[in-house]
Nanobody, 115 residues
Framework: VQLQASGGGLVQAGGSLRLSCLASGSIFSRNDMAWYRQAPGNRRDLVAA???????NYADLLKGRFTISRDNAKNTVYLQMNSLKPEDTAVYYC??????????WGHGTLVTVSS
């Protein structure tokens, strides 16, 4: 299973970004997918998760600003990030749970929010 994340970059506070994660090597529609993030010196934390059926779960502090979605036809999961804050600066990682076949991480994409 390979996960290719994209869409990170530099944005001003208050701006928006949309991250994408293209998955290959598995039956995407059956996978639980998620986004995590890790700021320098911090642990990697869950941002949002989505089940094959589209049920979502968010980190409490990010509810209302971030939206996770998926397009099974495109084997892609998205993270729409609005009203970005400097504290959202981190490397964002795509994650896939492929059940008995294990869990996988993408390479990460850097999001930098300037004040």
């Amino acid at each position: 299973v390979q996960l290719q994340a994209s869409g990170g970059g530099l944005v001003q506070a208050g701006g928006s970004l949309r991250l994408s994660c293209l998955a290959s090597g598995s039956i995407f529609s059956r996978n639980d997918m998620a986004w995590y993030r890790q700021a320098p010196g911090n642990r990697r934390d869950l941002v949002a998760a989505i089940t094959p059926g589209g049920s979502t779960n968010y980190a409490d502090l990010l509810k209302g600003r971030f939206t996770i979605s998926r397009d099974n036809a495109k084997n892609t999961v998205y993270l729409q990030m609005n009203s970005l804050k400097p504290e959202d600066t981190a490397v964002y990682y795509c994650y896939a749970d492929v059940g008995p076949h294990g869990t996988y991480w993408g390479h990460g994409t850097l999001v930098t929010v300037s004040s």
